[in-house]
């Protein structure tokens, strides 16, 4: 499967793979091998002939996409795609965090609420959980902005599912919605879109054809 996806990607691609180790590069080509295909399926495109265009922080977007709007993540050997029309998207994926690391982590780079949240007397295990579900929502606002991590760190994304990010400070203007999104143990993921109307998600798995 990875050498027929290898075969997908454009010169920059590879040229990006080929410095990576040999697991990182196979990952690397399935996932961006599984995006041009699902992506180029919807704009009715060879995925070899699929162009991106890149933002000012190096987010992707079809060049030649209309309305569609995409952004994916990996962690380890699994990988999320959000895709939608008229409205930009961003997702994150995450193994669950090490709880001993989650509270330290909170009290450097979440709002003040969020800190003492993560910080309460749970179990190890929820702990984790909860760090991560943050920090997945916190990615995917800034993948959905197109900004950079350090200006999500004041900006508040708790609460319960789906959230809405009225004030996105220095990452942007406008609103956002946020939503977590079931996906297999030991992994969580959030999406973000851009814009305060309703976000349906709806949840497909992929498999090579």
């Known amino acids: 499967m990875a050498a027929e996806l290898w075969r997908l990607l454009a010169p920059d691609e590879r040229a990006r793979a080929e410095r990576m180790a040999r697991e990182a590069r196979q990952r690397f080509t399935v996932v961006r091998g599984a995006v041009r295909q699902l992506v180029a399926a919807r704009l009715g495109v060879r995925p070899a002939e699929l162009a991106w265009?890149?933002?000012?922080?190096?987010?992707?977007?079809?060049?030649?996409?209309?309305?569609?709007?995409?952004?994916?993540?990996?962690?380890?050997?699994f990988a999320v795609l959000a895709v939608a029309e008229g409205r930009a998207v961003g997702v994150d994926v995450e193994r669950l965090h090490d709880p001993r690391t989650a509270e330290r982590m909170a009290a450097r780079w979440f709002p003040a609420e969020e800190a003492r949240f993560v910080a309460e007397p749970?179990?190890?295990?929820?702990?984790?959980?909860?760090?991560?579900?943050?920090?997945?929502?916190?990615?995917?606002?800034?993948?959905?902005?197109?900004?950079?991590?350090?200006?999500?760190?004041?900006?508040?994304?708790?609460?319960?599912?789906?959230?809405?990010?009225?004030?996105?400070?220095?990452?942007?203007?406008?609103?956002?919605?946020?939503?977590?999104?079931?996906?297999?143990?030991?992994?969580?993921?959030?999406?973000?879109?851009?814009g305060d109307s309703p976000m349906h998600v709806k949840s497909l798995a992929w498999k090579p054809s």
């Open 53 to 77: 265009r890149y933002g000012s922080h190096g987010k992707p977007e079809p060049a030649e996409g209309g309305g569609l709007r995409v952004n994916w993540s990996a962690s380890e050997a």
């Open 122 to 194: 749970v179990e190890p295990a929820e702990r984790a959980e909860r760090f991560t579900a943050l920090w997945c929502r916190r990615e995917a606002c800034v993948k959905a902005y197109g900004g950079r991590l350090a200006q999500s760190f004041g900006v508040p994304v708790s609460g319960p599912s789906p959230v809405l990010v009225a004030d996105p400070g220095g990452l942007g203007t406008g609103p956002a919605r946020l939503c977590d999104v079931p996906v297999a143990e030991p992994f969580r993921a959030a999406v973000a879109a851009l």
